[in-house]
């Protein structure tokens, strides 16, 4: 079993910043990639930004410049570092991981529940 926590949501006012974790624990091998994702009302969840294991990142449009994304592997950690934030940026922010399990040595993707993020104009 693998879990993701996600934190670092809330209110923030247009132009501001703000810094989301994702914690990965359980029996956890190692994670070969990690995402975020992002779902706003009345709209289809999109990916915002990832990183494989050797540091590869890759950004929608939307966002390239503005977020960054980042990982500890010794903690199992994910992070999303988001400037300039705008309206159109609101919306409930998902990890997603890639994660290689111990025993079985198995891969699978695992969601964590989401946080929201909501920025005032």
């Not at 990690?34 to 969840?45: L, V």
């Not at 999109?46 to 903690?75: P, Q």
């Not at 570092?81 to 940026?89: A, C, G, I, Q, V």
Request: hydrophobic share 35%.
């Amino acid at each position: 079993q693998v879990q993701l926590v996600e934190s670092g949501g809330g209110l923030v006012q247009a132009g501001g910043s703000l810094s989301l974790s994702c914690a990965a624990s359980g029996r956890i091998l190692s994670i070969n990639a990690m995402s975020w994702y992002r779902q706003a009302p009345g709209k289809q969840r999109e990916l915002v930004a990832s990183i494989t294991s050797s540091g590869s990142t890759n950004y929608a449009d939307s966002v390239k410049g503005r977020f960054t994304i980042s990982r500890d592997s010794a903690k199992n950690t994910g992070y999303l570092k988001m400037n300039s934030l705008k309206s159109e940026d609101t919306a409930v922010y998902y990890c997603n991981a890639r994660v290689r399990v111990r025993i079985t040595l198995a891969e699978h993707d695992y969601w964590g529940q989401g946080t929201q993020v909501t920025v005032s104009s």
